[in-house]
């Protein structure tokens, strides 16, 4: 992985690799003057490269390709450094190698990494292994998004290990680990760092005010509860990703179960 230049706070550029910035096609941001709001804020974060990740199924690949080109244009004319690059969010489904082979598929920055989510409530999806499996067959190389928001993880971060084995990465919400989405999801985000059981860290940012794409502080975090070493090995395994390069996954510890009644216990 090649490293990119550490800044004067010794994190390297960093990248969103996790947002609903592109305007009026998803639960995102509403419209443009939203939209750059959004970017503004990243940049004062310290951000250089966002992908814009909408939902696959309310984003047509067209779609979002010229939207990316808008919101470049749209930063440059602001005085904006940082970039937008295309991605999608991808809700997982027997048929995922077959639309990616027809191109229906929008993976970040064009790379063959490809976001992929699960259904937030419910069991763990029976074909989930065969699908990664099938994916990674057809060149794709699976991202799982926000692993601590899925219940079956909050109450067996465990679960993820299997993932892992077979070279998918572990994206976790930067907001999370302030609480934004649940103490269960806080606890699983803590607990799959504390394990190094989870490598990227983005913002699956939706607007400027109450899910702003801010990473910054989240790293800083993660930095507590893992390590300083793993915490930037995390930025620069998100900078690695939007340039298509390979991560060699660090190997992980097996993470300690929790469940509604068991959170308070476990802290
Ligand atoms: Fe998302």
């Not at 310290?46 to 984003?59: C, F, N």
């Not at 004319?77 to 082979?101: F, I, K, Q």
């Not at 990494?113 to 060149?139: I, K, N, R, T």
């Not at 059981?197 to 699956?204: E, K, P, Q």
Request: glycine share 8%; aromatic share 6%.
């Amino acid at each position: 992985m090649r490293a990119t230049a550490p800044t004067a706070s010794g994190w390297p550029e960093l990248v969103d690799l996790h947002s609903h910035v592109l305007p009026g096609v998803d639960d995102g941001a509403r419209d443009l003057d939203q939209a750059l709001r959004m970017l503004r804020l990243a940049e004062a974060d310290g951000v250089r490269t966002i992908a814009a990740t909408p939902h696959a199924s309310e984003a047509a690949p067209q779609q979002i390709h010229a939207g990316v080109a808008q919101l470049n244009r749209l930063a440059a004319d602001a005085g904006l450094r940082l970039r937008v690059v295309p991605g999608s969010e991808v809700r997982l489904a027997a048929d995922l190698a077959e639309r990616a082979g027809a191109g229906h598929l929008v993976t970040l920055a064009g790379t063959r990494y490809l976001l992929l989510e699960l259904p937030l409530w419910g069991g763990w999806p029976p074909f989930l292994l065969d699908a990664v499996y099938h994916c990674q067959v057809a060149g794709l190389w699976p991202i799982l998004a926000h692993a601590e928001r899925y219940r079956p993880v909050q109450r067996d971060p465990g679960l993820i290990l299997d993932l892992i084995d077979r070279g998918v990465l572990v994206q976790l919400n930067g907001d999370s680990l302030f609480g934004r989405n649940g103490r269960e999801a806080r606890w699983a985000a803590e607990e799959l760092l504390r394990c190094h059981a989870a490598h990227l860290i983005a913002s699956d940012a939706h607007d400027a005010d109450a899910r702003p794409p801010r990473i910054r502080a989240a790293l800083e975090r993660a930095a507590a509860l893992a390590g300083t070493d793993y915490a930037r090995w995390m930025a620069h395994a998100a900078a690695g990703v939007l340039q298509g390069q390979p991560i060699q996954i660090p190997k992980a510890a097996v993470p300690r179960r929790g469940s509604r009644l068991g959170w308070l216990r476990w802290r």
